[in-house]
């Protein structure tokens, strides 16, 4: 347990690493003087300066920074940020989310080659291994919620007492749930290396969209490609998975538009639960975790490049706003609206954080 929760740190820790290093080669790449590199926040615990950056370890493992000089406007000299033209300072502000997205499918390549777990149809039967039906999502206060299941965990057998059926298709859980609603039914789950029993009551009259389970459910197998085509096919997951993404992002913000709220089973999570997810997917196997990883490395992609002040996506905004007017913005005004977006993320994230830690009490 402590060595999956290592793994899940660093893999965290690690995605914002890379990240801070997209702005720091670019940076270096057009003469800008990257002042320090540093890996978590300070107060430092170790530095060494190499050339003239000083590359830092920091107390508070949150994350890590790169201290670019002049990012901040008034600095006049010829290695300073502002000095240089919008378009080498905008690669700069994008070199960070492009590497988000370059681990992402470095990542998923990886995921090719090793062995994908992939969604198939019922009908499926040859040159696939391992077929099972996979947990894909649990709907907030549903049985299967109540019951403890989780996303990722395999359904092997479905029990009742007077039947028993080894499963591996769809079709046959959903048959099998809708002939026994409102019975109990006992589920033999694996879940990594364990496999266990779980019982829960099928709903017979469930909310709109949910099932009477509260799950939703996909047939997987492991597909493996040659190395040549690893790539090639990581690519397209990475391009698929970012739709998918944005697609997920427009449902939940029409439905709030509408006034309709989140869409169900649809949760907002912090760094607390993503470090939970962390963990789960850790304990599924290799390639499981390295397609979260690379899934989450997506959402940090569109997240950083969100128009907002203090993201990457807001330092955008304001070199856009630059090339429109021929000047840049007084840094003194830049610097008040990112702090004070800023202070709203901190306080959303303390707020998400809050929930996260209710729902693992």
Same mark, same amino acid.
């Given at each position: 347990?402590?060595?999956?929760?290592?793994?899940?740190?660093?893999?965290?820790?690690?995605?914002?690493?890379?990240?801070?290093?997209?702005?720091?080669?670019?940076?270096?790449?057009?003469?800008?003087?990257?002042?320090?590199?540093?890996?978590?926040?300070?107060?430092?615990?170790?530095?060494?300066?190499?050339?003239?950056?000083?590359?830092?370890?920091?107390?508070?493992?949150?994350?890590?920074?790169?201290?670019?000089?002049?990012?901040?406007?008034?600095?006049?000299?010829?290695?300073?940020?502002?000095?240089?033209?919008?378009?080498?300072?905008?690669?700069?502000?994008?070199?960070?989310?492009?590497?988000?997205?370059?681990?992402?499918?470095?990542?998923?390549?990886?995921?090719?080659?090793?062995?994908?777990?992939?969604?198939?149809?019922?009908?499926?039967?040859?040159?696939?291994?391992?077929?099972?039906?996979?947990?894909?999502?649990?709907?907030?206060?549903?049985?299967?919620?109540?019951?403890?299941?989780?996303?990722?965990?395999? !359904?092997?057998? =479905?029990? &009742? @007492?007077? /039947?028993? %059926?080894?499963?591996?298709?769809?079709?046959?859980?959903?048959?099998? *749930?809708?002939?026994?609603?409102?019975?109990?039914?006992?589920?033999?789950?694996?879940?990594?290396?364990?496999?266990?029993?779980?019982?829960?009551?099928?709903?017979?009259?469930?909310?709109?969209?949910?099932?009477?389970?509260?799950?939703?459910?996909?047939?997987?197998?492991?597909?493996?490609?040659?190395?040549?085509?690893?790539?090639?096919?990581?690519?397209?997951?990475?391009?698929?998975?970012?739709?998918?993404?944005?697609?997920?992002?427009?449902?939940?913000?029409?439905?709030?538009?509408?006034?309709?709220?989140?869409?169900?089973?649809?949760?907002?999570?912090?760094?607390?639960? !993503?470090?939970? =997810?962390? &963990? @789960?997917? /850790?304990? %599924?196997?290799?390639?499981?975790?390295?397609?979260?990883?690379?899934? *989450?490395?997506?959402?940090?992609?569109?997240?950083?490049?969100?128009?907002?002040?203090?993201?990457?996506?807001?330092?955008?905004?304001?070199?856009?706003?630059?090339?429109?007017?021929?000047?840049?913005?007084?840094?003194?005004?830049?610097?008040?609206?990112?702090?004070?977006?800023?202070?709203?993320?901190?306080?959303?994230?303390?707020?998400?954080?809050?929930?996260?830690?209710?729902?693992?009490?």
């Amino acid at each position: 347990m402590i060595l999956t929760i290592l793994i899940a740190f660093i893999s965290l820790i690690g995605l914002i690493v890379l990240h801070e290093f997209g702005h720091f080669i670019l940076a270096k790449k057009f003469g800008v003087k990257v002042e320090e590199f540093g890996i978590g926040f300070p107060p430092r615990l170790f530095g060494r300066k190499i050339g003239e950056t000083l590359y830092s370890l920091n107390l508070l493992p949150l994350g890590a920074f790169v201290k670019i000089h002049g990012e901040e406007g008034g600095v006049e000299d010829i290695q300073s940020f502002s000095k240089k033209p919008i378009w080498q300072r905008t690669l700069i502000v994008l070199g960070g989310v492009v590497m988000f997205w370059i681990i992402s499918w470095v990542l998923l390549s990886m995921v090719m080659g090793l062995g994908a777990p992939t969604a198939i149809s019922d009908e499926a039967e040859q040159g696939i291994v391992n077929p099972r039906v996979q947990i894909m999502g649990v709907a907030s206060n549903s049985p299967a919620e109540k019951a403890g299941i989780k996303p990722g965990d395999t !359904i092997i057998k =479905l029990k &009742t @007492q007077n /039947s028993i %059926l080894e499963i591996n298709k769809v079709k046959e859980v959903q048959d099998f *749930i809708g002939e026994n609603k409102g019975k109990e039914v006992v589920l033999t789950i694996e879940r990594g290396r364990e496999v266990f029993d779980v019982s829960l009551v099928p709903r017979v009259s469930p909310p709109e969209g949910e099932g009477p389970m509260g799950v939703a459910l996909a047939r997987t197998a492991i597909i493996s490609y040659p190395w040549y085509e690893a790539p090639i096919r990581g690519a397209i997951a990475t391009v698929n998975l970012t739709i998918a993404a944005i697609q997920g992002w427009a449902m939940v913000l029409s439905n709030l538009v509408k006034g309709q709220g989140m869409p169900t089973g649809v949760q907002v999570m912090g760094p607390v639960g !993503i470090f939970g =997810l962390f &963990t @789960q997917m /850790s304990a %599924l196997g290799l390639s499981y975790f390295l397609r979260f990883v690379a899934i *989450i490395s997506i959402f940090l992609a569109l997240f950083n490049i969100l128009p907002i002040p203090a993201l990457d996506g807001g330092k955008l905004v304001f070199l856009g706003i630059e090339a429109i007017r021929k000047k840049p913005i007084s840094p003194s005004l830049e610097q008040k609206i990112t702090a004070f977006f800023f202070a709203l993320l901190i306080l959303l994230m303390i707020l998400v954080t809050f929930k996260d830690i209710q729902r693992l009490f």
